[in-house]
């Protein structure tokens, strides 16, 4: 519990104001996501492929569900919960596996048709770009990695997550 309080506690600290995008529509939003790029970090350190993300409308919350192959084939899953943050027009969620402790979950560039997303948190420690399909083409990932070093990441952070036996 010290760690998941001190690794949640890094989310949110102060650091130079970061832009979300204007409004997300959660209905849209909400459903499967494949992780194609992230920025490694101990609560995913199990993982070595197929990471994908499941969200769903949970009363005036956000149901959660973390999905992942571990090393030895096995699936490993994370259930947690997401409130939005008041006043961010969806695009900012406060997301929690280990309540009562919550970290930043901000949605920094989305796809006009919601086919990938970048999302990140202010003190740009976790970033990641997810996208509807288990690939994204090479010129859209490299355009998103391009706005996510205007917003203060370092592309070289992010490492291509492998996706090669989608989970069902």
Known sequence: IIGATCLLAACNENT????????????????????????????????????????????????????????????????????????????????????????????LDLDTNYQWVLVGEPSRKYGWILSRTPQLDPAIQTAILDKAETLGYQRSQFQVSAQSNPLK
Not at 16 to 33: D, F
Not at 40 to 49: G, K, L
Not at 65 to 78: F, L, P, V
């Open 16 to 107: 130079a104001p970061m832009e979300t995008v204007k409004q997300v529509e959660l209905n849209r939003y909400l459903g499967k996501w494949y992780q194609v790029n992230f920025i490694p970090n101990r609560f995913q350190s199990m993982c070595v492929a197929d990471t994908q993300a499941e969200y769903q409308a949970d009363d005036k919350d956000v149901r959660v569900i973390n999905r992942c192959r571990t090393k030895d084939g096995d699936i490993e899953q994370a259930n947690g919960i997401a409130k939005l943050v008041e006043n961010s027009n969806n695009a900012k969620l406060r997301v929690s596996f280990f309540r009562p402790f919550y970290g930043n979950y901000w949605i």
